[in-house]
């Protein structure tokens, strides 16, 4: 936080935001001077540039050309042209001799012809970003006169929030657009939702004069004061929905993180190809076998001069050309060059695959799941050499931007890529929607008296016919005929021979499988599920009319604001949320779109409840924190009311957290009749809720009918305190023969003196004492809400790729580790993980949240806040403890449907039970480790789930099942604990793995590498996430790093890892029938904002995925990987002949013979005939075996134990390939 008067004062505010055309002017501008800045400060550092410094650095491995090599041949060519002078004599004229000369002037051109193509690659290598950065700018600057955005070539403001997409409101050419913040400037005129992050410092449009202008930071969390914030009432209370504030921003969020890119280009780690060229030829070659080379010939000649002088040359001769002779295969002659041309003609090969795709390509990428379990083999693509030249041409001369093909070689990196690192979830590995996984409902077996019967079907579940085997349901004739058709309500006699004479309740699950090809579509697994159709029709409608009813957008996206930014004013709360489209389920069940036309909406209402006051917190913490270390969620509900257009008939259709949700039932629908809501009933529904909210996302519906007219038709808030459970309408004590709340004596207390008549579409459920007509006040707006039916819950989950599946199981087969980095919790994520088929045991995964919170974000924030003015002098206040930064321990706010975040209080260390616990349950040890409890979880939750469809719990054995079942009801009272054991349970700890990033060194250092081995991190932020690259990348791997190319946070990440792919996340949508944009990128009119802010996000990039599949990426690897090893064999082959080349010369002299090649000979041979073969052997074909062996780790130190000469030996003899050129030799 700071003051910003003078910036403020140079910010000028449009009132309709700014144009198009003024932002994207904007943008470039800052890119122009932001690059400009950059080349400057490389200019200024001294008189050469960074690049020149360290162009012939040693210690250079990227660089195929030293310093050292280069004293090498000048010495060379020095003493071959003192030879040449000391014999040019006629008396000592030879071919030899004269040859000294053309030898000197052939190894000094090339030495200059090396040094000039190493000098150029560099400068292409450390302007690469800042090339890549201009070209970039250039399109932009092309799209201002041209484009023609509008609102509808943006995402729409209701859209769900995803993790992988940055959003924020922006006024942009006079509407509110979600626009993405990537193209955010200064000056804009954006929309602060409450709870939101703030993009970029930036200032509030309307200020109070006295306290002027007051400035927010890049990751603020924006925090408003809530109506009767600070008021303590015991009843409900109306609130107005939060609603945004403009702000302007002052600088351009984009900028930064183009900094970043252009000042890290150069840090990613030197390629394992490079090492290995830079140890063989600077170390073994230039270090070791040169000088033994040289040492060796001297000895020998001059032994030879001294004692056999008749039998060999002069002086010079015999101490200068033979050394020279010998050495010159060992020389980098041509080496540099041909090591440049091969690189880049292998970068261009690689991406030439993505040209070279076959049209039916996606066959072979649909999963397919073989019948004796083995994965399905990628297929060969051989790219031909006219498809890669004019990419090699741009590669050459630097005009490639569309990749990084020197700072982040795609072929080095893929060729030998050790871990496959996915930081993004949504979008990318799974569908952005998540779909109905589990729905629960109560039915009721029953057993009624031969004379009694069944209560007429009047109410809507009933009236709603029967489901068709067509593409709809059927309406039944009822259900469309007015009031006078309406059948009358038999009345119950007062013996109570209509009632039950024995029941039986029964929780029902039924699981839904998800079609892998399609986002929404769903499907039973019980084949006999239209068994349940008298349950599930209530259910389907409510959706209909709830859920997927797009006139509740723009209100319920303000419910979800004011809900989440009340959860903030509470530490122990957690805004949660979770509706999203379940018209699938409708369709599935018989409804049609037309279902909804016999129905308007008048009215919508949201409620939600505050935590217990401090004397019953603890109390109902521990009711719902039992078996779990998360955050409470604020128990919420959102309800419409609609009027049925033949009858005139109100309904109120709900949906909320499960808790809340069952407050407000007193009975539940049983598919045919209605049943009280009884405690062990409310019991095994919270059971489910509590458990499956900890991997899914979890809605409870109810429903009843409004008998009196509601006058009010505006939207309204309602606040509950804390300590409002006598607020609700208790559900009586069931018994036999007792009045039921659906009985006609007991909606007023007296008896009905004639048949009561209502609508086909109640359920029965009337209390007239709910509402009275014309009432507007909260209390009776909140009994209007009270007294209704359980219909069921619906459990959501986000599905795995198929695509995606396959590919992890691609690069397993490939030897390539595959790791999710996610910012879910340990228990979500390892439910993901298992989706995905990664090992998600109770040792395959580290949580990366600092164990602690940090004291000193702490006192940093509690210091700005004693330095804010007093509240009553804002306009708005800013929650200074809730004002950390996302990495500070702050409750940040889940995208697509707020998920369960972990708590950060950890200062309690034991469970004390206040009464005695069950025999079976052990206490829970204080040192117990967080990775144990989430073990433990998941544990509880698979077995929980592996008992199948909770199919029947027998009243027989409730009070054995209530018991047993360790849950939140069963504790009466304990101390919150977030680091002990769920319900008390204490399991040995199985797994000594470190928790926090700055714990992940010092456990490999002094325990073991298991770290770099665990296939998932959890509670991953950018930053943690980014060091963790640094650590694997420290201890040998290579790092390919695929995320999101819509979220501006990844930069960080890309940068750091060797090579990152950005790929385009599917977008999420409110409801399958609403489109997420109308414009993506239409040739005609330019690209959308969408496809520019994916560009402006890639440029760290070296691969970017727009429509391609992700399996796209095996062929790159297969690719690379087996130009690698083309390479390898080149090199090696090239390698192998010039050593021969050299012992020829040695042998010759040390067996007393003449030498076998003369200097040019040598020179002819090394330069032209041997590189031509060895060149040769990069043409071979790909072979699908290269996918079956390991690439090994990216090691930069030396073996110092493995003895040099041995290493060297070895190198020369490798797989017994060199033993054929002995024979040559000898």
Same mark, same amino acid.
């Given at each position: ?90 008396? $000592? ?34 302007? =690469? ?120 921003? +002052? ?21 394992? +190809? ?107 693509? *051989? ?39 996915? %930081? ?16 629960? $409902? ?72 998800? !079609? ?22 209530? +259910? ?37 949320? /979770? ?66 257009? /033949? ?14 949700? &069952? ?22 529904? &919270? ?24 006058? #009010? ?77 359980? %219909? ?41 993980? =298992?989706?995905?088929? &990664? ?14 919170? #940090? ?58 039970? &206040? ?61 919150? #604990? ?10 040995? /700890? ?38 963790? $690259? ?57 690209? #959308? ?95 699908? !075996? ?12 030396? *073996? ?17 390939? *060199? ?8």
């Amino acid at each position: 936080m700071s003051y910003a008067k003078e910036e403020a004062a140079e910010t000028k505010v449009t009132p309709n935001g700014l144009s198009t055309r003024e932002a994207l002017t904007c943008l470039s501008s800052e890119i122009r001077l932001e690059l400009r800045r950059f080349e400057l400060k490389q200019t200024g550092q001294g008189f050469f540039e960074p690049w020149q410094r360290q162009l012939f650095s040693y210690n250079n491995a990227d660089g195929p050309l030293h310093w050292s090599s280069i004293l090498v041949l000048l010495v060379e060519v020095v003493l071959l042209l003192v030879a040449y002078t000391l014999t040019d004599d006629e008396e $000592f004229y030879t071919p030899r001799h004269t040859g000294a000369l053309v030898e000197a002037c052939v190894i000094f051109l090339l030495l200059i012809l090396n040094m000039y193509m190493v000098g150029w690659d560099s400068k292409l290598a450390y302007y =690469e970003m800042v090339t890549r950065a201009k070209d970039m700018l250039q399109q932009l600057e092309g799209l201002i006169e041209e484009s023609c955005w509008n609102e509808s070539s943006y995402l729409g403001r209701n859209t769900p929030l995803s993790p992988c997409i940055t959003l924020q409101w922006t006024y942009r050419d006079g509407a509110l657009v979600n626009m993405p913040q990537t193209l955010l400037v200064k000056g804009d005129l954006i929309a602060m939702r409450p709870g939101y992050i703030v993009p970029a410092r930036c200032r509030p449009v309307q200020v109070d004069t006295k306290v002027g202008v007051y400035a927010m930071n890049a990751g603020d969390q924006y925090m408003p004061i809530m109506d009767g914030a600070e008021s303590v009432f015991c009843g409900p209370q109306v609130r107005a929905p939060l609603g945004t504030r403009d702000f302007v921003v +002052l600088e351009t969020p984009y900028i930064p993180y183009l900094r970043l890119a252009l000042e890290e280009s150069h840090n990613r780690p030197c390629s394992k +190809l490079n090492k290995a060229r830079h140890k063989v030829y600077t170390h073994y070659v230039e270090k070791i076998l040169l000088p033994f080379i040289l040492v060796m010939m001297t000895v020998a000649n001059a032994l030879r001069f001294i004692y056999l002088p008749q039998t060999v040359g002069k002086w010079p001769e015999m101490f200068i050309l033979l050394q020279m002779d010998a050495v010159i295969p060992l020389l980098p002659l041509v080496f540099p060059i041909m090591w440049l041309l091969m690189n880049n003609y292998g970068v261009a090969t690689v991406l030439a695959v993505l040209n070279c795709l076959p049209a039916d390509f996606s066959q072979y990428s649909a999963y397919d799941s073989l019948s004796d379990g083995t994965v399905a083999e990628v297929p060969v693509i *051989n790219v031909t050499r006219k498809a890669a030249w004019d990419i090699f041409m741009n590669v050459l001369h630097g005009r490639c931007t569309s990749t990084l093909p020197r700072t982040a070689s795609v072929l080095h990196a893929l060729g030998s890529v050790t871990a496959f690192c996915c %930081i993004d979830k949504k979008g990318i590995l799974s569908w952005p929607n998540p779909t109905a996984e589990k729905i629960l $409902f109560l039915t009721e077996d029953e057993d009624r008296a031969p004379d009694a019967e069944t209560p007429d079907s009047g109410s809507v579940m009933a009236s709603m016919g029967n489901v068709s085997e067509g593409n709809g349901i059927r309406l039944g004739e009822d259900f469309l005929e007015l009031k006078d058709k309406l059948s009358p309500l038999k009345p119950i006699i007062a013996d109570g021979s209509g009632l039950r004479s024995s029941s039986k309740t029964s929780v029902v699950v039924l699981d839904l499988s998800h !079609d892998s090809m399609t986002p929404f579509s769903i499907e039973f697994d019980d084949p006999m599920w239209k068994r349940h159709i008298g349950s599930l029709k209530p +259910l389907g409608l409510n959706v209909l009319l709830n859920t997927c009813n797009q006139k509740t957008l723009d209100f319920y996206t303000h419910v979800t604001d004011h809900v989440y930014k009340a959860s903030l004013n509470d530490k122990d709360a957690i805004g949660v949320v /979770n509706r999203r489209c379940l018209c699938e389920m409708p369709k599935l069940i018989g409804f049609a779109d037309c279902a909804m036309d016999i129905f308007y909406m008048e009215q919508q209402l949201a409620m939600y409840r505050n935590l217990p006051s401090t004397q019953k917190r603890e109390k109902y913490l521990h009711h719902v924190q039992s078996f779990i270390k998360f955050k409470t969620p604020l128990p919420n509900m959102f309800s419409v009311i609609v009027r049925e257009k /033949n009858s005139g008939m109100q309904q109120l259709l709900s949906q909320g957290t499960a808790d809340l949700v &069952l407050d407000c039932c007193n009975e539940f629908w049983t598919g045919e009749d209605l049943a009280p809501l009884r405690p062990d009933n409310r019991k095994k529904i &919270l059971d489910f809720y509590h458990r499956s909210s900890l991997t899914a996302y979890c809605t409870a519906f109810a429903y009843r009918p409004l008998t009196h007219p509601i006058s #009010s038709n505006e939207n309204m808030i309602i606040e509950l305190p804390g300590d409002c459970t006598e607020m609700f309408p208790q559900p009586p004590t069931p018994s036999f023969g007792s009045k039921k709340s659906w009985d006609t004596d007991s909606f007023d207390d007296r008896r009905l003196s004639q048949a009561r008549y209502f609508s086909e579409d109640s359920l029965l459920s009337v209390m007239e004492k709910a509402n009275s007509v014309g009432a507007l006040d909260a209390a009776n707006e909140f009994q209007a809400q009270c007294n209704q039916i359980f %219909i069921g819950l619906v459990s959501m989950q986000y599905q795995a790729k198929t695509e995606i599946i396959e590919l992890i199981e691609q690069l397993e087969c490939a030897c390539i580790r595959f790791v999710h980095f996610s910012e879910e919790s340990e228990l979500r994520s390892r439910v993901f993980s =298992e989706k995905l088929g &990664l090992e998600a045991g109770w040792n395959c995964h580290i949580s990366l949240l600092n164990k602690n919170t #940090s004291e000193q974000n702490l006192q940093e924030a509690a210091d700005k806040e004693t330095a804010l003015h007093s509240q009553h002098s804002l306009p708005y206040r800013l929650d200074m403890m809730e004002l950390m930064r996302p990495n500070g321990g702050r409750k940040s706010r889940c995208s697509s449907a707020p998920d369960i975040v972990s708590l950060v209080d950890t200062t309690s260390q034991q469970v004390t039970f &206040l009464e005695k616990p069950n025999i079976n349950v052990l206490e829970a040890l204080p040192d117990t480790e967080a990775s144990e409890r989430s073990d433990i979880e998941l544990q509880m939750l698979t077995q929980y789930e592996t008992m199948g469809a909770i199919d029947e719990f027998d009243e027989s054995n409730a009070n054995e099942t209530q018991q047993m079942t360790l849950s939140a009801s069963h504790v009466t009272s304990s101390s919150r #604990s977030s680091t002990s054991a769920p319900g008390g349970f204490y399991m040995a /700890n199985r797994a000594k793995l470190p928790r926090g990033i700055e714990n992940i060194r010092p456990h490999i250092e002094q325990v073991d590498n298991v770290p770099l081995l665990v296939p998932l991190f959890t509670d991953c932020t950018p930053k943690t996430t980014r060091e963790m $690259f640094k650590i694997m990348q420290e201890y040998g791997e290579i790092v390919c790093c695929a995320g999101s190319s819509l979220r501006l946070h990844n930069y960080g990440s890309f940068m750091q890892a060797d090579i990152s792919i950005a790929l385009a996340p599917r977008f999420p949508q409110v409801c399958r029938k609403v489109p997420t944009t109308t414009a993506v990128g239409d040739s005609s009119v330019g690209p #959308s904002p969408m496809e520019l802010c994916r560009t402006l996000n890639t440029l760290a990039c070296s691969v970017s995925f727009d429509k391609e599949d992700p399996t796209t990426i095996l062929q790159l690897i297969m690719q690379a990987r087996s130009y690698t090893a083309n390479i390898h064999n080149c090199c090696h082959f090239l390698l192998s002949c010039e050593l021969t080349l050299t012992l020829l010369q040695v042998f010759s002299t040390i067996f007393l013979l003449p030498p076998v090649l003369n200097g040019s000979q040598v020179l002819w041979l090394s330069c032209v005939v041997v590189p031509l073969l060895s060149v040769s052997l990069l043409g071979k074909p790909v072979e699908r !075996d290269v996918m079956k062996k390991a690439t090994g780790k990216n090691s930069g130190v030396l *073996n110092k134990k493995v003895k040099n000469a041995y290493a060297l030996l070895k190198l020369y003899t490798r797989d017994h390939a *060199n033993f054929r050129f002995l024979p040559i030799v000898l």
